[in-house]
């Protein structure tokens, strides 16, 4: 069955390390999104591609960045990490026209930055 | 400004109490709403899209509704396996971007 996951599923880094989250479909979706969920603030976009070569950042970008080759992967990229980068992270894809805009989601990679 | 409001922010409900949970939504074109339920630990899973004013969709235990201006999420007669957050979110103009509510934490008590 075709599915989206997320490694590692837990993280834990120390402040100004790099830490790259990575994301794996196999729908053969053009688009992806790269979320963090907190208590009080919801889902918020960071990074979004929609398809090869394509990025642009969502409303919470600063101090991440995102590269997609191919189809399949969109790996995520804290440049030094910070502390207030401790989240939950998720990743998700949707396939590009015909109005469907439904986005599936990966299990989600909780990170902390001590 | 697009926004998606949820309500209420949390729900408490006997095993068999019927009731309903809100999505109300201001945009410019609206392309779709959908509902996910979340569970804890994971990742939001995707129930309904509800494309036009009118349209009802319905699984399980589960009846989404949509108007012009809200979403309404039926839950007849719930279970304990029913509690869960429970997520809006909606798709407007060219926008493939969907942009979420807030959610409605809903307990069943058995």
């Given at each position: 069955?075709?599915?989206?996951?997320?490694?590692?599923?837990?993280?834990?880094?120390?402040?100004?390390r790099?830490?790259?989250?990575?994301?794996?479909?196999?729908?053969?979706?053009?688009?992806?999104?790269?979320?963090?969920?907190?208590?009080?603030?919801?889902?918020?976009?960071?990074?979004y591609?929609?398809?090869?070569?394509?990025?642009?950042?969502?409303?919470?970008?600063?101090?991440?960045?995102?590269?997609?080759?191919n189809?399949?992967?969109?790996?995520?990229?804290?440049?030094?990490?910070?502390?207030?980068?401790?989240?939950?992270?998720?990743?998700?894809?949707?396939?590009?026209?015909?109005?469907?805009d439904?986005?599936?989601?990966?299990?989600?990679t909780?990170?902390?930055?001590? | 400004?697009?926004?998606?409001?949820?309500?209420?922010?949390?729900?408490?409900?006997?095993?068999?109490?019927?009731?309903?949970?809100?999505?109300?939504?201001?945009?410019s074109?609206?392309?779709?709403?959908?509902?996910?339920r979340?569970?804890?630990?994971?990742?939001?899973?995707?129930?309904?899209?509800?494309?036009s004013?009118?349209?009802e969709?319905?699984?399980?235990?589960?009846?989404?509704?949509?108007?012009?201006?809200?979403?309404?999420?039926?839950?007849?007669?719930?279970?304990?396996?029913?509690?869960?957050?429970?997520?809006?979110?909606?798709?407007?103009?060219?926008?493939r971007?969907l942009?979420?509510?807030?959610?409605?934490?809903?307990?069943?008590?058995?």
């Amino acid at each position: 069955d075709a599915e989206i996951t997320q490694s590692p599923r837990h993280k834990i880094t120390e402040t100004g390390r790099q830490v790259t989250l990575a994301c794996h479909q196999t729908w053969n979706h053009n688009n992806m999104f790269w979320y963090r969920q907190d208590l009080g603030h919801g889902l918020r976009l960071i990074h979004y591609s929609y398809g090869v070569q394509d990025t642009n950042k969502g409303e919470v970008s600063d101090g991440y960045s995102v590269s997609r080759s191919n189809t399949e992967d969109l790996p995520l990229t804290l440049e030094s990490a910070a502390s207030s980068q401790t989240s939950v992270y998720f990743c998700a894809s949707s396939p590009s026209g015909g109005g469907t805009d439904t986005q599936y989601f990966g299990p989600g990679t909780r990170l902390t930055v001590l | 400004e697009d926004q998606v409001t949820q309500s209420p922010e949390a729900l408490r409900l006997q095993e068999g109490e019927s009731s309903s949970l809100n999505c109300s939504y201001t945009v410019s074109g609206l392309r779709g709403l959908f509902w996910y339920r979340q569970d804890p630990g994971k990742g939001p899973e995707f129930l309904f899209t509800l494309y036009s004013a009118g349209e009802e969709k319905e699984k399980e235990r589960l009846k989404a509704t949509l108007t012009k201006k809200e979403s309404f999420l039926h839950i007849t007669a719930p279970k304990p396996e029913d509690s869960a957050t429970y997520l809006c979110a909606v798709g407007a103009g060219n926008n493939r971007k969907l942009i979420w509510g807030l959610g409605t934490s809903l307990a069943v008590n058995p």
